[in-house]
């Protein structure tokens, strides 16, 4: 390896090392007894990761070319380097909601393995977007899986976090079986588990198509797409909101990007199969992800089924036309990163405080804590695509990839629906700034990086909306 | 006689298959279990996959076996049978698995290119091995090292699962 290589493979590798740095400084930590010392060692750890996670943030955006390293096996260019940029931005505003969680008592001294499992999770998504065989892209996709489950269960004493955990893990690994069994039909009919490879014998024979529908089946558990969304309202609900939100936005969005680029690069003989495919779930995710939201009262589950939704209109981008619908799918993913995070962010901050998480809790939120209720609104609005924040775009962006290849149906369905989560987006505001309550969300401060990380996603929602540069960066590289 | 060998495995395969998903005692379901995975080994041993035979055998049919009866006997309920699933679970599970397996077994006979990649290359351990630190062309270095990644993640994770509550 020189030193090319290396800045190729900077995001992996700076990550992989943080992580032994931080499980060297765990060791140390037990020499350190006493209440006190332990509060004030995993402060240390958490400000410490920041700080590293911040340079590895920055560093990828130093510029490198396209690069091919272990025969093919890892692969990158520029639109893969773009992909995991976002994921650190999003990783990093979660770390930063995460340390109000962290300082609490009975999570004080699990927070450096918190963060370890994190960063683990986010390894495996960097190396699934940048694989370039099947089997690299199976261990990622399963790195990124595994530690999640022992996240979602990280309150393990109360029962709905094990339920959670529990959930999760059995159903991520039935369909990573399944993805599996596809991966082994794949290598059976094309003698090669390497894409470029693949890519060039995969044909439209039944076999093929059939295994091609069993491989799909796990990103689409990761994206929660309709027939594979159950686990995603238990899991969302029962699992601590920092990871909630990670899930919803952080695992689904590499999920997004790996699957984006598998159907463009290694099924692109099959694309009017695909095609059709996504069509219908794209319907089907849409609808049955608005229709659930509607009638949710805890806020978890209702951005739970909320992001249902949103993940059918990423489908619109998938199978729009290829330049526009790829570059469109990452700026959704950009700013879903931003408007959600700000959501669960917000959301987070009154769960820590008091404990509440229905709607009805939410009555009167302006009155006590006006900025939150702000961001909130802001969030949501962008959730649901209003003009001055940025979400407007990637949804318009969404629906013109789609309408360019000729779905106007598909189109006016899909317009339809944004209304629909119009309507329940707008109860939570209503909730928030109309609706009167007795006793109110008391006033609270957040801490400092409670405050910055919600910072970071109003700006992004609003800059990202008015900088047109952005999307234009985007579209010239895809 | 190879295909004697095969067809018999292939017979011990199946039935022994059926009698762990059928079993009502959890323990014998599991030592069902360990005959189809040594049945496969032979399978392995047969096609001169040796090294896979015999990972197949300490792997599956040793390590993992033996996990499967520790936490059958930790939870301690090796003696107890299970209930007998309703009729019409009973029922949409076979006709579940008809439809699976009759779509599979027709793509499967209407396919006819499958890709014949010869063994002239004998897998020796040896070349396991190399292969398994080549970081070049057909290496698989990568993985290799991705896997104790993933492996360190899942540990820090069970003991995240593990570790008792704050005093």
């Known amino acids: ?478 | 006689m190879n295909q004697v060998v095969f067809y018999f495995l292939s017979a011990v395969i199946l039935v022994f298959s059926l009698l762990t998903v059928t079993s009502s005692r959890i323990l014998r379901a599991a030592v069902y279990l360990l005959f189809v995975l040594i049945a496969t080994a032979g399978i392995y041993f047969l096609l001169g996959y040796n090294f896979l035979a015999g990972v197949q055998l300490t792997l599956y049919a040793g390590g993992i076996i033996v996990l499967i009866i520790f936490a059958i006997m930790l939870t301690g309920s090796a003696g107890e049978k299970l209930e007998r699933p309703s009729l019409n679970k009973f029922l949409l599970a076979i006709l579940i698995s008809l439809i699976g397996t009759v779509t599979s077994l027709i793509l499967f006979f209407a396919y006819h290119s499958f890709p014949v990649i010869g063994n002239e290359i004998p897998a020796t351990v040896k070349m396991v091995g190399a292969s398994l630190i080549n970081p070049g062309d057909n290496g698989y270095v990568l993985p290799f090292e991705l896997i104790s990644v993933l492996l360190l993640a899942a540990i820090v994770g069970a003991i995240v699962i593990a570790k008792k509550a704050t005093r």
């Open chain 1, 1 to 478: 390896m020189n030193l090319n290589d290396f800045i190729i493979m900077r995001h992996e590798l700076l990550l992989t090392t943080v992580i032994i740095i931080l499980l060297i400084a765990e060791v140390f930590s037990i020499f350190e007894k006493g209440e006190k010392s332990i509060s004030e060692f995993s402060f240390g750890i958490e400000m410490f990761a920041i700080l590293l996670f911040l340079i590895i943030t920055l560093v990828g955006f130093v510029p490198s070319g396209r690069g091919m390293l272990f025969g093919g096996m890892y692969q990158t260019d520029e639109i893969r380097i773009l992909m995991k940029n976002i994921l650190n931005i999003g990783t990093l505003i979660i770390l930063f909601q995460s340390v109000s969680y962290l300082r609490k008592n009975e999570n004080k001294e699990k927070s450096t393995e918190f963060i370890l499992l994190l960063f683990s999770t986010l390894l495996g998504m960097n190396f699934m977007v940048s694989s370039g065989d099947f089997l690299m892209f199976y261990l990622g996709l399963e790195l990124a899986t595994l530690p999640l489950a022992a996240l979602a269960a990280f309150d393990k004493f109360k029962n709905k976090f094990s339920e959670a955990g529990i959930k999760f893990i059995l159903l991520a690994a039935l369909s990573s079986g399944v993805t599996l069994y596809g991966i082994s039909m794949i290598y059976g009919t094309n003698g090669s588990i390497y894409f470029s490879d693949v890519s060039l014998t995969f044909s439209d024979e039944g076999l093929q198509i059939l295994a091609f529908i069993f491989f799909i089946s796990g990103l689409a558990f990761k994206i929660s797409l309709v027939p594979f969304h159950f686990w995603a309202a238990d899991v969302y609900e029962g699992a601590p909101v920092n990871i909630t939100s990670y899930l919803s936005v952080i695992s689904k969005g590499a999920a997004v990007f790996i699957f984006i680029i598998l159907l463009y690069h290694v099924f692109p003989v099959i694309s009017k199969e695909w095609t059709y495919l996504l069509y219908a779930l794209s319907i089907l995710t849409m609808t049955i992800g608005n229709l659930f939201a509607i009638r949710q009262q805890n806020l978890k589950r209702f951005l739970a089924f909320s992001s249902i939704a949103q993940a059918g209109f990423i489908l619109l981008g998938v199978i729009g036309e290829p330049q526009l619908g790829l570059a469109s799918v990452i700026y959704f993913v950009l700013i879903y990163v931003f408007s959600n995070l700000g959501a669960f962010g917000v959301v987070s901050a009154i769960s820590n405080f008091s404990g509440k998480e229905n709607m009805n809790d939410y009555n009167g939120l302006y009155q006590t804590n006006p900025k939150l209720s702000l961001v909130l609104m802001l969030s949501l609005f962008s959730l649901a695509g209003i003009p001055p924040v940025a979400g407007f775009f990637g949804k318009f962006f969404l629906f013109t990839a789609a309408a360019q290849k000729g779905f106007y149906g598909l189109v006016i369905i899909a317009t339809l629906n944004a209304t629909i989560s119009l309507y329940y987006y707008l109860l939570v505001i209503k909730a928030m700034f109309i609706n009167k309550n007795e006793q109110p969300v008391e006033y609270f401060r957040n801490d400092f990086f409670t405050r910055t990380g919600l910072l970071i996603c109003v700006l992004g929602m609003i800059i990202i909306g008015f900088a047109s540069f952005i999307f234009d960066g985007i579209f010239s590289m895809s």
